[in-house]
């Protein structure tokens, strides 16, 4: 950059513009020159569908805020034709802060137009870019700026504290054991050599215990060798949605290295798409750890114990109609949209299909931290109106989601479009279906029926 453009320019905007250079990876160059604006991905964003005829919500719009600044300052074409390619710059931190507007409040990083794009650009990879590059400034929604802090500091994106949660474990133990007039059911901490090691989500400790008490149970039953850690059992990570990726390191590391010390088996990670894929596919290369151990989602092993014959099910204790939302995470970027359809018509006896589906699915809107960014509220309810359309037309009275964000989010559109439906999980759903020994196969265990709003957040 020109020496004229360092002295106007103030320091936030010079460092993120520096910073840019270091992030540019084959993939989000890829995605920065590709784009030949042909319009094709237009559709395929709620935000777009949400506010007919507003050209700013267009993905292609959007995305060519970042890359004007890619273009200006770290591509050839920019340096010397920048009126030809649009190149442009920043220099104010009121420019940022209309750029944060963009990244953070416009886009839920679904990657639904991703799928439309004949030329592969991926706008969500470099909208976390930019993400990253401002939060790298202290530019961000207040909400991600204590989520972070709170993971950084506290291990967990909910600032849970180690005494809360251990209390939570040995609270739901003991209901768990009334319930089943067992004595013996425990949730197990940090024991040593087990087969699996499960993590979950912080927002099942504070807003959702019973999804614990379940897994507990499923995990009781299947005569599962398994624990929980006292320490790095939160397998969410906020360094995806923030775009810090040394969040995103350190917090996979903790999970990791807790699993070594244990000598576990299996990382099964609860229900949960960006904690998922964050864990089992991104956290690797953010922590450069060489993880030695099987990382597997919940949904698979529910479905496995199902198939193995280590436990029974019996779907007649489903009976309410219930259609499944695909979380953009695990359906759109890491592939898994099968498995848990599998397990769901096992345990549900009237499973209704939502259109589109699977990689096609809409954002339940709380995508990409969406739910931390109150600011941005009424415009990600706005958008909700095409998931609410979704879930409407389906006739399901049960919406099930395997992801904690994806309860929010649908909790929350639920709740605004005024749709009557529950939301749920699957580890729900199983846990209820399941058939102990020695009790009548169609008795439903008092206080674990499917209830109304059962999974809201507070
Ligand atoms: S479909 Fe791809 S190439 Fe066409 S405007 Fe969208 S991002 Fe650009
Ligand atoms: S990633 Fe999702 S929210 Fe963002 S522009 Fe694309 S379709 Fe819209």
Redesign the pocket.
């Given at each position: 950059m020109s020496t004229t453009e360092k002295q106007t320019r103030s320091w936030k905007a010079e460092r993120v513009l520096d910073g840019m250079g270091k992030k540019l990876s084959r993939q989000i160059t890829g995605s920065l020159v590709a784009c030949v604006h042909c319009g094709m991905?237009t559709e395929?964003?709620?935000?777009?569908l949400a506010n007919p005829g507003d050209p700013t919500?267009?993905?292609a719009y959007?995305?060519d805020k970042i890359r004007r600044l890619f273009k200006r300052h770290h591509d050839w074409t920019g340096k010397v034709f920048p009126w030809w390619v649009k190149a442009g710059s920043v220099y104010t931190d009121e420019e940022l802060e209309e750029l944060k507007d963009i990244v953070f409040g416009?886009?839920?990083?679904?990657?639904?137009?991703?799928f439309?794009c004949p030329m592969g650009v991926d706008?969500?990879t470099f909208?976390r870019m930019a993400r990253g590059l401002l939060v790298s400034v202290g530019i961000m929604p207040e909400g991600v700026a204590v989520v972070s802090k709170d993971q950084w500091e506290t291990g967990n994106q909910m600032g849970v504290l180690k005494e809360d949660y251990l209390e939570t474990l040995e609270w739901m133990e003991e209901e768990l054991q009334d319930e089943l007039d067992d004595p013996t059911v425990s949730i197990p901490v940090d024991q040593p050599d087990c087969d699996v090691v499960y993590s979950i989500n912080p927002r099942e400790v504070k807003y959702d215990p019973r999804t614990i008490s379940d897994a507990a149970k499923i995990f009781h039953v299947a005569r599962e060798k398994w624990t929980m850690a006292s320490e790095g059992w939160d397998m969410t990570n906020f360094g995806l949605f923030s775009g810090d990726d040394a969040l995103g390191g350190s917090v996979a590391s903790r999970l990791y290295e807790k699993v070594n010390e244990l000598r576990g088996k299996t990382l099964v990670i609860s229900e949960c798409g960006h904690g998922f894929r964050s864990t089992r596919c991104e956290g690797p290369n953010w922590a450069k750890f060489d993880v030695p151990f099987v990382m597997e989602s919940s949904i698979f092993t529910m479905l496995r114990y199902i198939k193995e014959g280590r436990i029974k099910v019996d779907k007649s204790k489903n009976p309410k109609p219930v259609t499944y939302h695909d979380s953009?995470n695990f359906a759109r970027s890491c592939g898994i949209t099968e498995e848990p359809r599998e397990l769901l018509h096992l345990v549900c006896e009237d499973v209704r299909e939502m259109y589109p589906n699977r990689a096609e699915n809409y954002?339940c809107t709380g995508?990409?931290g969406a739910m931390s960014m109150s600011e941005y509220t009424r415009e990600r309810l706005k958008?909700g109106v095409v998931k609410a359309n979704q879930l409407e037309a389906t006739g399901a009275e049960v919406v099930v989601t395997s992801c904690h964000n994806c309860v929010d989010g649908l909790t929350d559109v639920i709740r605004h479009y005024k749709l009557g439906m529950e939301v749920t999980q699957l580890v729900n759903l199983v846990a209820n279906a399941l058939v102990i020994e020695g009790k009548p196969a169609h008795a439903v265990v008092p206080g674990l029926e499917v209830e109304a709003g059962s999974n809201a957040q507070a």
């Open positions: 991905c395929s964003c709620h935000y777009v919500y267009a993905p959007k995305a416009r886009c839920t990083n679904c990657r639904r137009c991703t439309s706008l969500a909208n953009c954002c995508g990409g958008s």
